[in-house]
């Protein structure tokens, strides 16, 4: 699906955001890509973000797709809004074993109010990319409740 | 609805399983409550674990509810297994602000391998709890991965 | 959970739009019990409802737990709102199998625009309740689309 | 993504399945497409299946989706596999109007015993489509409980 973004400064909006967004700098995820609709995350693999059997921890996968969802949700949000997550599901279908992780967030389609979003969250591992996890979210734009960015 | 532990060990095998998830002691989650089929999990505030507007990230109080489920589900499973995430969905109905926050994991349904479970998210302020989000997840019990714990 | 209907007049106003349901009307679906934030259906077994093995389908199962859900909220909503199922989700435990099924709507976040429901779904059989199925659903309260009931 | 049936009679078999779900000949469902981890079902605009707005009811739509990723899991199971519904998640994009509904049930990840799948589902209308919903589901591959087809 192709988008335009209404407010022409969507991508500096959006690392703006994201930057406030302490809890991705501190699992160590960063933006790799925005785009009209699109944004992906990359998170590198960390021991001390893991689960009991040493694989990343399925939440934390669930956090960096639920950001790549929201932002990428916010690409195409007028410049005055606020983006909250409404609900989110995520299937994880491999273990979160690998040297990172990219979650491409992707919206499928944007209300004046409710945007649908998916990210695929794929492990990389000596040069492949392999899908382990996919989500599909629901995000908000919010204008009236003192919240910006 | 009540259950009861085939495996009278569950106790001491959910906490050692716990205090093997990294990413819980990472972001400062500690287990309060185990049961038959219940596992409550709290989780301070934490400045750097928030989100852009100042609360709690949607990911992180989903990660959190992803362990008090599948915690509650592994309390139930015989000794030898493991426990792994299958799928979950995080509805998110207040901003997560607070001095704190329990993650109430609750088996809903036990089967042989699939084990349905739900939690509900309380943000704590002033001596009051509320309701903040819910999660349904299914998780899977499995034997034959030569994972443990 | 408690809640108030804003609207005294909420028990006709959601029997009349579910009479206007023709979805329920056709699989067999009806209204027995309405109180704010909680609405339950009963669906009685149906051989032209069953999936390939003979047990009601796990989308007839949906179906009627979304109308519950929907309805739940409904009840809670100003008169002039309509209502929609933004997404929901349903978890599978039991074959469907039984004598009839009761749906049991309820409201657990009240919201202005959203609100978040969860419906069990009980097997009837031989006089004993048995719990096969759960959803969580985020229903809307639309006031600009033209649309009443 | 690319699959291989490991059951050369897939075809046979889904259509076979197929024509024993009373519930998809009640409501009028019709496969339209069956390929290796894919199953579309076409599905015409029914009055009597509408609800109080006169759209097709969203469970409706959403029994067809669960139907589609059903089968399209099934397509790559082995024959003596039955097909369950483990849990399934919808949302609604946009008003189902139209004269009729194809979704696209398509296999995500398959294993073992659980298959994710998703399904896109498309209002036709005037020879155009357009997205009105999206479902992520998990199904189950069973052996052992005496199903079959």
Known sequence: MTFKARDAGF????RSSFA???AMRTIGAEIVHVAPGEVDLRLPFREELTQQHGFMHAGIIGAVADSACGYAAYTLMPAEAAVLSVEYKLNLMAPAAGEAFIARGRV?????????????VFALKGGEERLIATMTGTMMAVTDRGLSG
């Open 20 to 22: 406030k967004q302490a």
């Open 108 to 120: 499928k389609r944007a209300g004046r109010t409710l945007t649908v979003c998916t990210a695929d």
């Open 11 to 14: 991508q500096a909006r959006v």
